[in-house]
């Protein structure tokens, strides 16, 4: 059980078709060309979304697992996996975005469905812009992070789309949703908490952020491309999607920071400064060494319990507040 929340797991085979695709005048649809992406909040019900093509509905004793297609991006297929847990009427949902680069290998695993949906919660799990499945048609120097702020926006959309989707189906609780994110997930998944108040509970491993210095440092960046993304005109367009300046504004839901300190992808001082941008309510999990994390973390998937409590604890339609607060940040932007 240990690696099943952090590593990449291999590919376990459900019961497949091939995915038809539907053309329904969407590429045609003006809003597909217009997705503004200095924006992190969509208008209104968002872009226009294709039919839902399910594929591979996958039953056990413990949960089902059910696979979609869903577009909404001109180009942009996007596999969406809904795991429900077995007698359990409307549950709250949870959404679990991992960053790049890995793959959606994980939504298929027996193990992590069982795990995600302990205690009567749904899991909803799909895979950000230009990773995994979604890397195609672009040139081959083009990459997450060379895209990294469309990439990021882009993501933040989609989450929202999800919510919708979530929101739209009778057999989940659209109105108490929680997020979980690691690693460029994390930080996502926190941009779209701000942008989005129907994500009422947010878990944050290991979020990227404080550019500048993560630009400089981190190990995910090759060398031969580092100079490009420490450029002003790389990062400024970064500073309003950084952790250290959006984190206070999450001060009014339940927050939980997990930092495991031994992992090099963030540096180790941006790491200090994602913490220090944490409002005084939230919860800070510190994780010394790669052992404390196993043992604290993966073992029986405490990291996951903390979000299905949140989420479980949430009074049903506790988020009409939440969707009139939306529309209002909506209209501002």
């Not at 205690?119 to 890397?135: C, D, E, S, W």
């Not at 959006?246 to 963030?266: I, V």
């Not at 319990?305 to 988020?319: E, I, K, T, Y």
Request: with cysteine; proline share 7%.
């Amino acid at each position: 059980m240990a690696g099943l929340l952090f590593a990449s797991l291999p590919v376990i085979a459900i019961a497949q078709a091939p995915i038809p695709f539907i053309d329904n005048g969407a590429k045609n649809d003006s809003r597909f060309s217009q997705e503004d992406l200095k924006q992190l909040a969509i208008p209104g019900d968002g872009l226009k979304a294709l039919p839902a093509v399910p594929d591979g509905v996958m039953e056990t004793a413990a949960f089902t697992r059910e696979l979609y297609q869903m577009q909404w991006r001109e180009d942009d297929p996007i596999d969406v996996y809904v795991i429900r847990p077995k007698g359990v009427t409307k549950p709250p949902v949870t959404i679990y975005l991992y960053g790049y680069p890995v793959d959606a290998n994980r939504f298929r695993n027996d193990a992590f469905c069982e795990l995600v949906t302990r205690g009567g919660v749904a899991a909803i799990g799909f895979v950000p812009a230009l990773t995994g499945q979604r890397y195609h048609g672009v040139p081959m120097r083009t990459w997450f992070v060379s895209e990294l702020h469309d990439s990021i926006v882009k993501t933040v959309h989609d989450v929202q789309m999800i919510v919708n989707y979530a929101a739209s189906r009778q057999d989940l609780d659209g109105s108490r949703v929680g997020i979980f994110g690691q690693g460029a997930g994390a930080t996502i998944a926190g941009l779209a908490a701000t942008a989005d108040r129907r994500i009422q509970a947010v878990d944050l491993l290991d979020p990227w952020g404080d550019w500048p210095t993560w630009m400089a440092k981190s190990r995910l960046i090759p060398e031969a491309e580092r100079a490009e993304f420490q450029k002003p005109g790389f990062l400024d367009p970064l500073t309003q999607l950084d952790p250290v300046k959006w984190l206070p504004a999450l001060k009014d839901r339940p927050l939980k920071l997990d930092d495991a300190l031994f992992e090099s992808g963030t540096p180790l001082e941006s790491k200090k400064r994602i913490e220090a941008a944490l409002p005084a309510s939230a919860k800070l999990q510190r994780y010394e060494t790669q052992a404390n994390f196993e043992k604290n973390a993966l073992a029986d998937g405490q990291l996951v319990v903390w979000l299905q409590r949140q989420v479980s604890h949430l009074s049903p339609h506790a988020s009409t507040e939440a969707h009139e607060v939306r529309a209002k940040v909506q209209d501002h932007h």
